[in-house]
C-alpha cells in the first residue's frame, strides 16, 4: 500500500472560506471523510483535489452559475425559472408556514434539516422575520385591503397589555369577500395605544383605518367586549361614523 493510503482524509473546515469551494461546499451528514456540494446535492470524496475537479465539471458550473447572477433580477417562474428564483420560493413558502402554524424559533432547526435534505437551502430566525415582516406581511395586507375593497364591514375591538406593559388594540374585521364568496372574519391589525380611555382607543381606531385605506364610512358595526371604555369608545367612534356620513350625505 502505498504510504499516503493509510491517512484517511477528512473534511476540513476552513474549505467553507477557500474562495474556490466555500460558495457550494458543505459537511456530509454523518461521514467526516466526506464533503458535500450544496447545488448537485452529491457527496465527495474530502480530497482537495476531487473537490476541485468537481468544481471544474460543466454540470456544476451549469448548476452555481445562474444563481451568482440572477439574484438582484426579479423572480419568474417556468421554463426561465433559476435555482436562485427555486430557492425564493422555498423561503417564502417556509416563512408563510412559520407565521401561520408555528413560532418563529422553530425555524432555526427546520432550516437545519431542509439543508440536509435539499441542499441549497438556509434560512435561520433573523431572516425568516425579515420575509415575514417586509414581504408576506405587506402583499397580504394589500391583498385584504383589495378584497375589502368598498364593501361594508364591522369590527371586531379588544384592548390587551403585553410583557412589557404596553396597552395593545388588536383590531379583527369582518366582511363580505369578493374572493371567496362569502362572509369572512380575519386579522386586521394591532395598534399601539398612548391611552387606554375611550377617545384614546377611537383615535388609534380611526388613524388605523385611515393608514389601512379603509373607509370609515362603510363601517357598519363594532363588537367589543364588555368593558365601559369599549362601551364609551364604541358610542364615541360611531359617532365619528355618523358624522363621516353625514357629511358624505351632505356635499
Ligand atoms: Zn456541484
Known amino acids: 500500500m502505498p504510504k499516503w493510503g493509510k491517512y484517511?482524509?477528512?473534511?476540513?473546515?476552513?474549505?467553507?472560506?477557500?474562495p474556490e469551494l466555500k460558495s457550494w461546499?458543505?459537511?456530509?451528514?454523518?461521514?467526516?471523510s466526506k464533503a458535500r456540494c450544496r447545488y448537485c446535492n452529491v457527496e465527495l470524496r474530502a480530497h482537495l483535489n476531487d473537490l476541485r475537479e468537481h468544481g471544474a465539471t460543466k454540470k456544476h458550473?451549469?448548476?452555481c452559475q445562474p444563481s451568482v447572477k440572477s439574484f438582484a433580477v426579479p423572480t419568474g417562474s417556468g421554463a426561465?425559472?433559476?435555482?436562485k428564483d427555486d430557492q425564493k420560493r422555498r423561503e417564502l413558502r417556509v416563512a408563510t408556514y412559520v407565521a401561520c402554524h408555528t413560532s418563529i424559533n422553530a425555524v432555526d432547526d427546520l432550516s437545519d434539516i431542509l439543508q440536509d435534505e435539499m441542499g441549497a437551502f438556509k434560512m435561520h430566525r433573523t431572516k425568516c422575520t425579515a420575509v415575514i415582516t417586509s414581504v408576506l406581511a405587506p402583499h397580504f395586507r394589500e391583498e385584504l385591503r383589495e378584497d375589502i375593497g368598498e364593501s361594508p364591514y364591522s369590527l371586531?375591538?379588544?384592548?390587551s397589555t403585553d410583557?412589557?406593559?404596553?396597552?395593545?388594540?388588536?383590531?379583527?374585521?369582518?366582511?363580505?369577500s369578493?374572493?371567496?364568496?362569502?362572509?369572512?372574519?380575519?386579522?386586521?391589525?394591532?395598534v399601539n395605544l398612548l391611552s387606554a380611555d375611550a377617545c384614546g382607543i377611537s383615535d388609534a381606531t380611526v388613524t388605523f383605518l385611515g393608514e389601512f385605506g379603509l373607509d370609515i364610512k362603510n363601517m357598519v358595526g363594532i363588537a367589543?367586549?364588555?368593558?365601559?371604555?369599549?362601551?364609551t369608545h364604541s358610542t364615541s367612534l360611531l359617532t365619528k361614523q355618523c358624522n363621516c356620513s353625514q357629511a358624505a350625505w351632505n356635499t
Open 61 to 63: 458550473k451549469a448548476r
Open 224 to 231: 367589543t367586549d364588555g368593558a365601559s371604555e369599549f362601551a
Open 80 to 83: 426561465g425559472a433559476t435555482i
Open 25 to 32: 461546499i458543505a459537511p456530509a451528514p454523518a461521514d467526516d
Open 178 to 190: 369578493q374572493k371567496h364568496g362569502k362572509f369572512v372574519s380575519t386579522y386586521l391589525g394591532l
Open 163 to 176: 410583557v412589557s406593559v404596553n396597552k395593545l388594540l388588536c383590531i379583527c374585521v369582518k366582511y363580505r
Open 156 to 159: 371586531y375591538l379588544d384592548e
Open 8 to 18: 484517511k482524509k477528512l473534511y476540513r473546515k476552513e474549505w467553507e472560506t477557500d
